[in-house]
Every structure is written in C-alpha cells, then in structure tokens.
C-alpha cells in the first residue's frame, strides 16, 4: 500500500515557542507533499505545497514565515510552527502521493494545542 | 475555480437504513472527485475516488457514489447502515491531481 506516517500526533506547547511536525512516506517515494489545517468543526484547507528539493508553495492567507516548510528529501516533509499563538492551536495533516496515477495518501494529523 | 458543496452538515439515520449524503461540485476541468471519512480524533480515509472511468464508483465498506455531470453531483450513498459508519465525511474535488478543495463536511448519525 502507500503508508504516510505523520510525528506527533498530538502536542502541547507554550505560545511563542515552535513546534515541529514530520510527514513521512513509508513505503514509497513523494515529490510532492501537501499540508493542511482543519479548524474545529471546519473543514480543511489546504495551507501549501511541500517539493522535495525546492521552495514550498503557500495558498494565499498563509504565512510562510510562521508556518516553514522543509521537504529534504523524497520520503520526509517537516512543517514548523514558529512562535505559535494559541489561535495556531487547529489539527494539521499532510498528504502524499507515489504517483499520478495513484492518488493521495493522508496521515493521521497532528493536534496542536498553543497554551 | 474549483469548490465544492456539501448540503447537509448533519445527517442522522437509524441503523440499517440507507445512507445519503450530498455533494455537488464546482470545477473548469473534468475533475477528479472523492470521498473521504474521518472518524473522531483519527486522519482521514479514503472511501473512494471518481476520475473519469464509470460513473458509478464502488469504495470500501458497502459505500458508492455517482458522478452526474449533468447536476454537477457526487452523491455518497449506503444502502444499509452501520453503527460504525458514524464519522464525518468530506467530499473533495481535484482538478490536476495536485490540490485538493475540501467540502464543508457531513456528520453522520447512526441511531441504534
């Protein structure tokens, strides 16, 4: 199958501190992986595009340098919440996908609480 | 633009009924569509996935959805339900494979 296994599930941390969450695929190659935010009790969106080798792309609204995506290589994107205000605390997951023909794989999020 | 409508935000049935739950969509191109399930606390599951082939598409769990280009629709239905399917389901549309637009949501109940 196409596994995508995301770190932590679940964290606390203080407001102004930064938070690191990893999105891997386990068991295939991504070039392209995305990130996304779901509110309580709204539906996702899309926050950016994480390439392997080059700068990620943001949908407008979102902050690049408040959110820093980095996607070393093929199987690992890590977001970084920076300074994280409480208003940050959302539910974020990644996708990815092995191919066009494959369609996307979701990991099981990360629930980030800013105290 | 690609956007996409989820008319129900709650949908409550009783344990062996059929399962309906609404999606119409919006997209430039012929799109790609899915359905996914999220259960409490869990990522997201992909029940199934529309991209060009038979207009009805079968996923996992006894769940289908028809593509109705004509309405715009991707309705999700079950004919029988199950406690467990209790979630909430997002309908989802791609127009290149790479961005994916999320509906609103549905939260399904499922009453003993």
């Known amino acids: 199958g196409a596994v995508v296994s995301q770190h932590p599930s679940r964290v606390i941390c203080k407001s102004g501190t930064s938070v690191k969450i990893e999105c891997r695929s386990l068991d295939f190659q991504a070039t392209t992986m995305f990130w996304y935010r779901q509110f309580p009790k709204q539906s996702l969106m899309l926050m950016a595009t994480?390439?392997?080798?080059?700068?990620?792309?943001?949908e407008q609204g979102v902050e690049k340098d408040k959110f820093l995506i980095n996607h070393a290589s093929l199987t690992l994107s890590t977001l970084t919440v920076t300074s994280a205000h409480p208003e940050d605390s959302s539910f974020y997951i990644c996708?990815?996908?092995?191919?066009?023909?494959?369609?996307?794989?979701f990991g099981s999020g990360t629930r980030l609480t800013v105290v | 633009a690609q956007s996409v409508t989820q008319l129900d935000s709650h949908v409550s049935v009783s344990e062996g009924t059929p399962v309906l739950l609404r999606c119409n969509y919006s997209s430039s191109y012929s799109p790609s569509l899915f359905w996914y399930v999220q259960h409490p606390n869990k990522g997201l599951q992909l029940l199934l996935k529309y991209t060009s082939a038979a207009t009805l598409v079968k996923g996992i769990n006894g769940f289908e959805a028809e593509f109705k280009k004509s309405e715009t629709s991707f309705h999700l239905t079950k004919p029988s339900a199950h406690m467990s399917d209790a979630a909430e389901y997002f309908c989802v549309v791609s127009d290149d494979f790479n961005k994916f637009y999320f509906g609103s949501g549905t939260k399904l109940n499922v009453k003993p």
């Open positions: 996708s990815a996908s092995k191919g066009r023909d494959y369609g996307y794989t």
């Open positions: 994480s390439n392997e080798g080059s700068k990620a792309t943001y």
